[in-house]
């Protein structure tokens, strides 16, 4: 067990944990922060998106031990209102089947456009491949992408 | 750890006077194949010609190495790193980039973080995890033992190093972590320490590239 | 206006709004997270078991069925609230709790939700509004009749009084309930037809926590399970110095969540009933501590179960020892396909016809495993004491899981509360709720609540899978490429997937349908479609090759058969009706210009029934790097009356894609019992990159009775799919998953195939 300062949504959280703790559980299990998931472990399915300073980071592989004074904003931070453009698109669009991908869908969405406000089609295919959708909405994630581009 | 990276340190103190040597012939050798019509890049055979046997046995020790996915798989053929023991391509398709580590919200670091966490198939873990950069993409994929060795040594297609730097590069923490990624990845066929040893031969017998 | 019985079950479903005015919604105000997002509600009156008004006007309508993704949490309630003629922005919808006394079939499955539920739910609007109604008539004394009610408020023109739905709650719940009230025609609808957002969408796009991974109770416990790890083994013994070493970790032991002599439910499927459990104080640490317990395993005896059949008529089901190998599985489907199956349906002389026929055509098709792996893998939170059970997460079939419950413990269904999250994904794997029961049992031996984790290796080692299925086609052409003769058989480890009644038997004078089965000790479960999945995607396959062998198109061809089926049908038992069946065709070929092909891209047909809607898809693709680009899909659907366009659209579009993904990259094979694929890197979902570019969906307008939406698309998109790659490359594929080579990894030696 360690003691370690994590900057989590614009707050400075103290936390007891073992070293090799993934983000993710530091999130879930001792801070409570429940909107990001659990899916593979293995940086395969996208659920856990955060951003690492405004990366797209897979918080299940990403231990805590590796974050230091790194900012981390997880989708209960992405915005104060719920009204950050890319959610905004999201509930136009009415994306969400199940819905338990899509916190993630929408961290790694937002870091596109933060670092590509005008992405291809192509660039939006590729920068969502690491994000799977099980009900299949990718026709309508990409679409919400392309209405949150021009609203930002 | 600290005790073989400090007896390398020595080695290398009582190295660099045999290697600046041949640092010379080599600044020699390339100038000379500058001028000549032929592409190709035959490096220090000359002089170190009753070693070359013994460089020829080591690159192919290196060989077996570099082709092994612990090392290929970030030395593909095109602009996506290949993944796992029969080196398929990467399964979420990341890119290259510019600086080869990856692009928007695909940089390697966004899941490779600067330690990985245990598991089977958890994403091995590195500070500096990349690909060679996409002015310089150093393939090993589908390269023949000769195509290899002497892209190796070529500093136009081996990231700019000189025979002393390429030799050094055994040191590489990446170079490295292709027998520390964990989980139930194969391990390349030599260990960490005999492919230095033979990398080492083969560079200092002549960094001699085989017959097709 | 069409009148409706306001009694549905064994009790008046008034009983509970006597039982307390806030009872329903109190059972939540404990779960926190829940309670949050459904404040002020001590305060309002039930209704019935689906509606409170609060005395401020706020309607709350409770959905009864579990959320999965299928929308019914907002497609549900919007019925309700049709009736009831509220504002539907006025309206708060909640999960209700498992209540068998209240509400009718709280099940996710078989896309039946809305199908079963239409009549009740628009008779407790209705029922509300009519008591709505009476309470204002006797407050003002005017005749009921004269009464208008409009988007929640109830107003009488001639004395010009009015009052909002809130006034009136209190004295509306004291109206007696009417045996029989009126609902509204279809043309009245304001709600229903009309889109409605997700009314989860704010909550999910913000990281809510909705999913039963996000329970966390107090005082909670962690846990995890070890199982074996091949099909056909069972723990010997284990050692868990090293487990139990690690700080965190409380204990390590078995249960035996289906003992022996328990007589299993239908949802009660698993492999591995006895399970090494690790309990401790966080996720991650239960997680490391999985891989330091050394167990061994042994492959068990023969033995059999016991298994209640719906009818309450148990069976022993035999588990036969056998370590499982995926080649040998496929060598076994094609020598049973050989055999003399099952004879299911014949009609006419099927084998005369062939005998006479000018033309004859013959082609097998295999499919894999597949593991379901929904996102959200297998969890349940369970805090089980000696006199009550609270259960809460992810669960597609409560009613029945409840009754697994009662059994395991010696408790009435009284004493056992389900709570229904929202459910991350299940596609038939969380009809299966063993995961619940191993919960309820570790909870109950620890004496502590506790939430049980799979990770997302269990989830996918743990069995449950699609059924490998294979299927023979025969049919027969006479001199003017007519079809006269034709031949299904089909089979699989270890369920048939055959539908006898199905297109196009009622549409061919002889035909022939056979089935066979092959047992095996690996579980299989309802995956997404279940049979139709293989047969709609494999028979539109085939009847691509007879329309291309007869010369005729393929739209044109399946419309000749239909019309030979609504003009003179063979048979009496086909499932179908051939009007809408040939309807999706029709309008799919008008919406996808049939008959003008893009250049660059080939395209494909299909179309398929099942689950009581109608889907017909036309897919547009390339190929590039020897994959293809499918760059899009057409839908044309007929569910009857669709509730909820935006919802119905994003139904179709997933089930599309979701068909296509699998049949292009997913299968779940084992070697020596050991499941091949244990994790999202060997086990191949289709991603974004690969998904269709676009999905149009059209629907047909009726006034039809509306059916379901979850399963109908996913077959036929397959068929449209495999013949479209078929007009692209020229090569027809009979072996899923098209992007792994099947036919070298495992039928080399089957010269047959």
């Given at each position: 067990?360690?003691l370690?300062?994590?900057?989590?949504?614009?707050?400075?959280?103290?936390?007891?944990?073992?070293?090799?703790?993934?983000?993710?559980?530091?999130?879930?299990?001792?801070?409570?922060l429940?909107?990001?998931?659990?899916?593979?472990?293995?940086?395969?399915?996208?659920?856990?998106?955060?951003?690492?300073?405004?990366?797209?980071?897979?918080?299940?592989?990403?231990?805590?031990?590796a974050?230091?004074?790194?900012?981390?904003v997880?989708?209960?931070?992405l915005?104060?209102?719920?009204?950050?453009?890319?959610?905004k698109?999201?509930?136009?669009?009415d994306?969400?089947?199940?819905?338990?991908?899509?916190?993630?869908?929408?961290?790694?969405?937002?870091?596109l456009?933060?670092?590509?406000?005008?992405?291809?089609?192509?660039?939006?295919?590729?920068?969502?491949?690491?994000?799977?959708?099980?009900?299949?909405?990718?026709?309508?994630?990409?679409?919400?992408?392309r209405?949150?581009a021009?609203?930002? | 750890?600290?005790?073989?990276?400090?007896?390398?340190?020595?080695?290398?103190?009582?190295?660099?006077?045999?290697?600046?040597?041949?640092?010379?012939?080599?600044?020699?050798?390339?100038?000379?194949?500058?001028?000549?019509?032929?592409?190709?890049?035959?490096?220090?055979?000359?002089?170190?010609?009753?070693?070359?046997?013994?460089?020829?046995?080591?690159?192919?020790?290196?060989?077996?190495v570099?082709?092994?996915?612990?090392?290929?798989?970030?030395?593909?053929?095109?602009?996506?790193?290949?993944?796992?023991?029969d080196?398929?391509i990467?399964?979420?398709?990341?890119q290259?980039?510019?600086?080869?580590?990856?692009?928007?919200?695909?940089?390697?670091?966004?899941?490779?973080?600067?330690?990985?966490?245990?598991?089977?198939?958890?994403?091995?873990?590195?500070?500096?995890?990349?690909?060679?950069?996409?002015?310089?993409k150093?393939?090993?994929?589908?390269?023949?033992?000769?195509?290899?060795?002497?892209q190796?040594?070529?500093?136009k297609?081996?990231?700019?190093?000189?025979?002393?730097?390429?030799?050094?590069?055994?040191?590489d923490?990446?170079?490295?972590?292709?027998?520390t990624?964990?989980?139930?990845?194969?391990?390349?066929?030599?260990?960490y320490?005999?492919f230095?040893?033979?990398w080492?031969?083969?560079?200092?017998?002549?960094?001699?590239?085989?017959?097709? | 206006?069409?009148?409706?019985?306001?009694?549905?079950?064994?009790?008046?479903?008034?009983?509970?709004?006597?039982?307390?005015?806030?009872?329903?919604?109190?059972?939540?105000?404990?779960?926190?997270?829940?309670a949050?997002?459904?404040?002020?509600?001590?305060?309002?009156?039930?209704?019935?078991?689906?509606?409170?008004?609060?005395?401020?006007g706020?309607?709350?309508?409770?959905?009864?069925?579990?959320?999965?993704?299928?929308?019914?949490?907002?497609?549900?309630?919007?019925?309700?609230?049709?009736?009831?003629?509220?504002?539907?922005?006025?309206?708060?919808?909640?999960?209700?709790?498992?209540n068998?006394?209240?509400?009718t079939?709280?099940?996710?499955?078989?896309?039946?939700?809305?199908n079963?539920?239409?009549?009740?739910?628009?008779?407790a609007?209705?029922?509300?509004?009519?008591?709505?109604?009476?309470?204002a008539?006797?407050?003002?004394?005017?005749?009921?009749?004269?009464?208008?009610?409009?988007a929640?408020?109830?107003?009488?023109?001639?004395?010009?009084?009015?009052?909002?739905?809130?006034?009136?709650?209190?004295?509306?719940?004291?109206?007696?309930?009417?045996?029989?009230?009126?609902?509204?025609?279809?043309?009245?609808?304001?709600?229903?037809?009309?889109?409605?957002f997700?009314?989860?969408?704010?909550s999910?796009v913000?990281?809510?926590?909705?999913?039963?991974?996000?329970?966390?109770?107090?005082?909670?416990?962690?846990?995890?399970?070890v199982?074996?790890?091949a099909?056909?083994?069972?723990?010997?013994?284990?050692?868990?110095?090293?487990?139990?070493?690690m700080?965190?970790?409380?204990?390590?032991?078995?249960?035996?969540?289906?003992?022996?002599?328990?007589?299993?439910?239908?949802?009660?499927?698993?492999?591995?009933?006895?399970?090494?459990?690790?309990?401790?104080?966080?996720t991650?640490?239960?997680?490391?501590?999985?891989?330091?317990?050394?167990?061994?395993?042994?492959?068990?005896?023969?033995?059999?179960?016991?298994?209640?059949?719906?009818?309450?008529?148990?069976?022993?089901?035999?588990?036969?020892?056998?370590?499982?190998?995926?080649?040998?599985?496929?060598?076994?489907?094609?020598?049973?396909?050989?055999?003399?199956?099952?004879?299911?349906?014949?009609?006419?002389?099927p084998?005369?016809?062939?005998?006479?026929?000018?033309?004859?055509?013959?082609?097998?098709?295999?499919?894999?495993?597949?593991a379901?792996?929904?996102?959200?893998?297998?969890?349940?939170?369970?805090?089980?004491?000696?006199?009550?059970?609270e259960?809460?997460?992810?669960?597609?079939?409560p009613e029945?899981?409840?009754?697994?419950?009662?059994?395991?413990?010696?408790?009435?269904?009284?004493?056992?509360?389900?709570?229904?999250?929202?459910?991350?994904?299940?596609?038939?794997?969380?009809?299966?709720?063993?995961?619940?029961?191993?919960?309820?049992?570790?909870?109950?031996?620890?004496?502590?609540?506790?939430?049980l984790?799979?990770?997302?290796?269990d989830?996918?080692?743990?069995?449950?899978?699609?059924?490998?299925?294979?299927?023979?086609?025969?049919?027969g052409?006479?001199?003017?490429?007519?079809?006269?003769?034709?031949?299904?058989?089909a089979?699989?480890?270890?369920?048939?997937?055959?539908?006898a009644?199905?297109?196009?038997a009622?549409?061919?004078?002889?035909y022939?349908?056979?089935?066979?089965?092959?047992?095996s000790?690996?579980t299989?479960?309802?995956f997404?479609?279940?049979?139709?999945?293989?047969m709609?995607?494999?028979?539109?396959?085939?009847?691509?090759?007879?329309?291309?062998?007869?010369?005729?198109?393929?739209?044109d061809?399946?419309?000749?058969?239909?019309?030979?089926?609504?003009?003179?049908?063979?048979?009496?038992?086909?499932?179908?009706d051939?009007?809408?069946?040939?309807?999706v065709?029709?309008?799919?070929?008008?919406k996808?210009?049939?008959?003008?092909?893009?250049?660059?891209?080939?395209?494909?047909?299909?179309?398929?029934?099942?689950?009581?809607?109608?889907?017909?898809?036309?897919?547009?693709?390339?190929?590039?790097?020897?994959?293809?680009?499918?760059?899009?899909?057409?839908?044309?659907t007929?569910c009857?009356?669709?509730?909820?366009?935006?919802?119905?659209?994003?139904?179709?579009?997933?089930?599309?894609?979701?068909?296509?993904?699998?049949?292009?990259?997913?299968?779940?094979?084992?070697?020596?019992g050991?499941?091949?694929?244990?994790?999202?890197?060997?086990?191949?979902?289709?991603?974004?990159?690969?998904?269709?570019?676009?999905?149009?969906?059209?629907?047909?307008?009726?006034?039809?009775?509306?059916?379901?939406?979850?399963?109908?698309?996913?077959?036929?998109?397959?068929?449209?799919?495999?013949?479209?790659?078929?007009?692209?490359?020229?090569?027809?594929?009979?072996?899923?998953?098209?992007?792994v080579?099947?036919?070298?990894?495992?039928?080399?030696?089957?010269?047959?195939?």
């Amino acid at each position: 067990m360690a003691l370690f300062t994590i900057h989590v949504n614009g707050e400075s959280k103290q936390v007891d944990v073992d070293a090799d703790t993934p983000i993710l559980w530091v999130l879930r299990d001792n801070l409570r922060l429940l909107g990001t998931k659990y899916g593979c472990g293995i940086a395969h399915c996208g659920v856990c998106t955060i951003h690492l300073d405004g990366d797209a980071v897979r918080s299940c592989a990403y231990p805590i031990s590796a974050v230091g004074d790194k900012k981390i904003v997880t989708i209960e931070g992405l915005s104060e209102e719920g009204d950050h453009p890319v959610q905004k698109a999201w509930l136009e669009h009415d994306v969400p089947q199940c819905g338990y991908c899509q916190a993630g869908q929408i961290m790694t969405a937002s870091s596109l456009l933060a670092q590509n406000p005008n992405p291809t089609d192509e660039e939006i295919r590729r920068a969502m491949n690491g994000n799977l959708c099980r009900c299949a909405t990718y026709t309508r994630i990409n679409r919400a992408i392309r209405t949150a581009a021009k609203d930002m | 750890m600290a005790n073989s990276h400090n007896s390398f340190k020595n080695y290398k103190h009582l190295a660099s006077y045999i290697i600046a040597l041949i640092l010379v012939v080599v600044f020699v050798i390339s100038c000379k194949s500058k001028n000549s019509a032929s592409t190709e890049y035959v490096v220090l055979s000359k002089i170190t010609k009753k070693d070359s046997l013994a460089s020829l046995a080591a690159f192919e020790k290196v060989y077996s190495v570099l082709m092994h996915p612990r090392c290929m798989n970030c030395h593909p053929n095109g602009d996506i790193p290949l993944q796992g023991d029969d080196s398929h391509i990467h399964n979420m398709l990341p890119q290259r980039g510019p600086d080869g580590m990856g692009i928007s919200t695909m940089k390697c670091a966004n899941c490779h973080a600067s330690t990985g966490v245990p598991g089977e198939s958890t994403p091995p873990g590195n500070p500096l995890w990349h690909l060679p950069p996409s002015d310089m993409k150093m393939v090993f994929q589908g390269r023949s033992p000769r195509e290899l060795a002497l892209q190796l040594v070529n500093p136009k297609l081996n990231g700019h190093k000189n025979l002393q730097e390429l030799r050094v590069h055994a040191e590489d923490t990446l170079v490295k972590n292709g027998w520390t990624m964990g989980g139930n990845r194969e391990l390349p066929p030599l260990t960490y320490n005999e492919f230095k040893d033979a990398w080492y031969e083969w560079i200092d017998n002549g960094a001699v590239a085989p017959a097709n | 206006m069409a009148k409706v019985k306001t009694h549905f079950n064994r009790r008046s479903f008034l009983k509970l709004s006597a039982a307390g005015g806030a009872g329903l919604m109190l059972q939540f105000s404990w779960f926190s997270a829940l309670a949050k997002e459904n404040p002020n509600l001590e305060s309002a009156f039930d209704l019935n078991g689906y509606i409170k008004i609060a005395t401020d006007g706020t309607v709350t309508i409770a959905s009864p069925n579990p959320e999965i993704g299928q929308n019914v949490k907002t497609s549900m309630p919007m019925i309700v609230a049709e009736e009831l003629d509220v504002n539907w922005k006025n309206v708060k919808v909640v999960q209700a709790p498992l209540n068998t006394d209240i509400f009718t079939r709280q099940l996710a499955g078989g896309s039946n939700s809305i199908n079963q539920s239409w009549n009740a739910l628009r008779m407790a609007g209705a029922t509300a509004r009519y008591m709505l109604v009476e309470a204002a008539a006797k407050a003002w004394n005017v005749p009921s009749s004269s009464i208008k009610v409009d988007a929640g408020v109830i107003s009488h023109a001639a004395s010009g009084k009015s009052a909002g739905f809130g006034e009136m709650a209190e004295a509306a719940s004291k109206i007696e309930v009417p045996k029989e009230v009126d609902v509204k025609s279809i043309k009245d609808f304001k709600i229903i037809r009309n889109s409605q957002f997700n009314v989860d969408g704010p909550s999910i796009v913000t990281g809510k926590p909705l999913f039963g991974l996000d329970v966390y109770g107090d005082d909670m416990v962690y846990a995890s399970i070890v199982h074996p790890p091949a099909f056909g083994m069972e723990l010997k013994s284990f050692d868990a110095t090293e487990a139990l070493a690690m700080k965190g970790i409380y204990d390590v032991f078995t249960i035996d969540a289906y003992p022996e002599d328990f007589e299993r439910g239908y949802f009660d499927i698993t492999a591995f009933p006895k399970l090494i459990i690790i309990t401790g104080d966080s996720t991650w640490r239960i997680m490391k501590a999985k891989k330091l317990i050394n167990a061994e395993w042994m492959p068990f005896e023969e033995h059999t179960i016991k298994v209640k059949g719906f009818r309450g008529n148990a069976t022993d089901q035999k588990v036969p020892t056998k370590i499982e190998n995926t080649d040998k599985q496929y060598a076994s489907m094609i020598a049973l396909s050989k055999e003399n199956p099952r004879q299911a349906r014949k009609d006419g002389n099927p084998e005369k016809a062939f005998a006479n026929a000018a033309k004859v055509i013959e082609r097998e098709y295999t499919a894999p495993y597949l593991a379901h792996s929904p996102l959200e893998p297998l969890n349940f939170y369970a805090n089980v004491t000696d006199d009550k059970a609270e259960l809460i997460g992810p669960i597609q079939t409560p009613e029945y899981m409840e009754q697994s419950v009662a059994q395991r413990f010696g408790l009435s269904l009284e004493q056992i509360d389900i709570q229904m999250t929202r459910i991350g994904g299940g596609f038939g794997r969380k009809l299966f709720g063993h995961y619940l029961l191993e919960a309820a049992v570790i909870s109950k031996k620890i004496k502590k609540p506790v939430k049980l984790i799979y990770t997302r290796e269990d989830d996918m080692t743990f069995g449950a899978y699609r059924p490998m299925y294979h299927a023979y086609y025969r049919a027969g052409l006479d001199e003017n490429n007519n079809l006269i003769a034709f031949h299904v058989k089909a089979g699989g480890i270890p369920e048939s997937p055959l539908y006898a009644n199905r297109f196009p038997a009622g549409a061919v004078d002889n035909y022939l349908a056979e089935s066979w089965t092959i047992e095996s000790n690996i579980t299989t479960a309802a995956f997404r479609a279940p049979r139709s999945n293989f047969m709609g995607a494999v028979e539109q396959a085939f009847l691509d090759e007879v329309a291309e062998l007869a010369g005729k198109d393929p739209i044109d061809f399946r419309l000749e058969l239909f019309d030979r089926a609504i003009k003179n049908p063979v048979g009496e038992r086909n499932d179908y009706d051939a009007k809408r069946y040939a309807g999706v065709l029709k309008l799919i070929k008008e919406k996808s210009n049939w008959g003008t092909p893009k250049p660059g891209l080939s395209r494909g047909v299909a179309a398929y029934f099942c689950h009581n809607s109608y889907v017909a898809n036309v897919v547009d693709l390339r190929m590039e790097n020897d994959k293809p680009i499918i760059e899009k899909v057409y839908c044309a659907t007929d569910c009857g009356i669709v509730v909820n366009p935006i919802g119905a659209a994003n139904m179709i579009e997933g089930g599309s894609v979701d068909g296509i993904g699998h049949a292009l990259y997913s299968m779940l094979t084992v070697k020596d019992g050991v499941p091949q694929q244990k994790n999202y890197n060997d086990y191949h979902l289709i991603r974004n990159n690969d998904a269709p570019w676009d999905v149009e969906t059209y629907f047909v307008e009726s006034d039809v009775h509306p059916t379901g939406l979850g399963e109908p698309p996913f077959a036929p998109a397959i068929g449209a799919l495999t013949n479209a790659l078929y007009k692209e490359t020229g090569k027809r594929y009979y072996h899923q998953p098209f992007m792994v080579d099947i036919e070298s990894m495992f039928l080399k030696d089957e010269a047959a195939v």
